[in-house]
T-cell receptor, first 115, second 115 residues
Framework: AQSVAQPEDQVNVAEGNPLTVKCTYS??????LFWYVQYPNRGLQFLLK??????LVKGSYGFEAEFNKSQTSFHLKKPSALVSDSALYFC?????????????FGKGTKLSVIP | DGGITQSPKYLFRKEGQNVTLSCEQN?????MYWYRQDPGQGLRLIYY???????QKGDIAEGYSVSREKKESFPLTVTSAQKNPTAFYLC??????????????FGHGTRLTVV
């Protein structure tokens, strides 16, 4: 069975400081990894993904994430946080090449950027 | 505009009633998903479908039913057997053509409340 862990329920960071939101995963084969953001009472918006190739992937709004196969991690990062980045962030995994397209999410991390 | 439409946005159900949540997509995506979101528990998979007339149970299928009679539509029925249905429900879709690695698109959600 595949799973995603987001060990922090909440992350607080001052505006202008770098931010990191952590994600580790478990999957039988190779992973496809995704980050999504959710604003209150809305659906999820896609930020970025790792499929193959370069371990550092860049996405929307200045976010990036680093895939680390040995640590089974896919942490989300941004060099300089904005107040508007405050939201709920979800990491997700799907097994590459599998016949099943089950998409599994973590519990989410609430990011608060303090002015 | 292409996208996923969930209706209604808010739904109130009396105890013992069945209710159906609508999800329609015009993205020509093959796979469709239903997730339930509760505070602190992230997104939990209820059902998913990869092709018409076929669907698979997710992690929390008990008390729910689905159908996939058309590629564009994946309605979710919350039955009276679901003892705690109050939650935010999210529908998603995913293209399967061209290999894996595509990201899922999400609707804006339906908030169901038992009264």
């Amino acid at each position: 069975a595949q799973s995603v862990a987001q060990p922090e329920d909440q992350v607080n960071v001052a505006e202008g400081n770098p931010l990191t939101v952590k994600c580790t995963y478990s999957v039988s084969g190779n992973p496809y990894l995704f980050w999504y953001v959710q604003y209150p009472n809305r659906g999820l918006q896609f930020l970025l993904k790792y499929i193959t190739g370069d371990n550092l992937v860049k996405g929307s709004y200045g976010f990036e994430a680093e895939f680390n196969k040995s640590q089974t991690s896919f942490h989300l990062k941004k060099p300089s946080a904005l107040v508007s980045d405050s939201a709920l962030y979800f990491c997700a995994v799907r097994e590459a090449g599998a016949g099943s397209y089950q998409l599994t999410f973590g519990k989410g991390t609430k990011l608060s950027v303090i002015p | 505009d292409g996208g996923i439409t969930q209706s209604p946005k808010y739904l109130f159900r009396k105890e013992g009633q069945n209710v159906t949540l609508s999800c329609e997509q015009n993205l020509n995506h093959d796979a469709m998903y239903w997730y339930r979101q509760d505070p602190g528990q992230g997104l939990r998979l209820i059902y998913y479908s990869q092709i018409v007339n076929d669907f698979q149970k997710g992690d929390i299928a008990e008390g729910y039913s689905v159908s996939r009679e058309k590629k564009e539509s994946f309605p979710l029925t919350v039955t009276s057997a679901q003892k705690n249905p109050t939650a935010f429900y999210l529908c998603a879709s995913l293209p399967l053509a061209g290999g894996g690695g595509k990201e899922a698109d999400f609707g804006h959600g339906t908030r169901l409340t038992v009264v």
